[in-house]
């Protein structure tokens, strides 16, 4: 349905969350021991350049590094601020501001020799097809559940891809293993993404509610999953000790 993997395996970035320096380490601890090769840095805070910093000296010059601001900054901020970090070897930085903020984003893009990429300003194909007019960014962070599904998700990748833009495929950090499979199924198909991010499971979550570990392994990779439909089945007890309301579907 999705036209057939085109890879065997899917290589996964780390995402770190604002943490304090002690539990920050610790996270950069694991990172390093799975000898992951890329790494998210959630930045947006008065502490960013000393996160920055800490994941430079504990992973060395070698991983890529890319920072995701959530919209923290206006344009003039962003632009100062990533003068600052961008010494650090920034590969990208996403939606270093608000997601309506269009100009201020092409005005960051314009600005600072960091790739910028969009992420909450990019849900629909209209989203992209105007943030590609605007010129505003140099990539899309396609997450499957913000862009409306699988097939959604393809379609704002296929369009971006025939305009020359780039495109990563995020995650929601502490999705269940259904999402994880569903963002394995989407980076099967689409070879050139810049990075992948998901199928932190194990690694978030005390426990799942599918039967398969989709949890990513040795340097962020994960096998494409061959099994029908999503190649993950839903533990039904475990559904049932986490539900809190039925909706019934006719
Ligand atoms: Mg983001």
Same mark, same amino acid.
């Given at each position: 349905m999705l036209g057939g993997s085109r890879r065997d395996s899917v290589e996964y970035s780390a995402v770190i969350p604002f943490e304090e320096p002690g539990s920050l380490e610790i996270i950069l601890d694991m990172v390093r021991a799975q000898e992951v090769r890329s790494v998210k840095v959630k930045v947006g805070r008065s502490r960013d350049l000393d996160t920055v910093m800490s994941v430079r000296r504990k992973l060395g010059e070698e991983i890529s590094l890319r920072l995701d601001?959530? !919209?923290?900054?206006n344009s003039r901020d962003a632009i100062a601020k990533l003068k600052v970090l961008e010494g650090y070897g920034i590969d990208a930085i996403e939606q270093?501001?608000?997601?309506?903020d269009w100009q201020g984003l092409r005005a960051v893009s314009e600005s600072v020799p960091i790739r910028v990429i969009a992420d909450e300003s990019v849900v629909s194909l209209e989203d992209a097809r105007s943030l590609i007019a605007a010129g505003a960014c140099g990539g899309f962070n396609l997450r499957i559940s913000k862009c409306g599904g699988l097939l959604a998700a393809l379609r704002i990748y296929g369009f971006a891809r025939a305009s020359g833009i780039p495109c990563q495929l995020g995650c929601q950090? !502490? /999705?269940?293993g259904i999402l994880s499979a569903a963002g394995r199924h989407f980076a099967a198909r689409t070879p050139d993404l810049l990075f992948a991010e998901g199928s932190f499971n194990r690694y978030v979550?005390? /426990? =799942?509610?599918?039967? /398969? =570990?989709?949890t990513f392994g040795a340097r962020g990779r994960a096998p494409v999953l061959n099994f029908p439909g999503l190649g993950v089945t839903v533990d039904q007890t475990k559904l049932q000790q986490y539900c809190q309301d039925r909706v019934s579907c006719l």
């Open positions: 601001a959530n !919209g923290a900054w270093p501001v608000p997601k309506g950090v !502490g /999705e269940t979550l005390t /426990e =799942d509610i599918v039967r /398969e =570990d989709l």
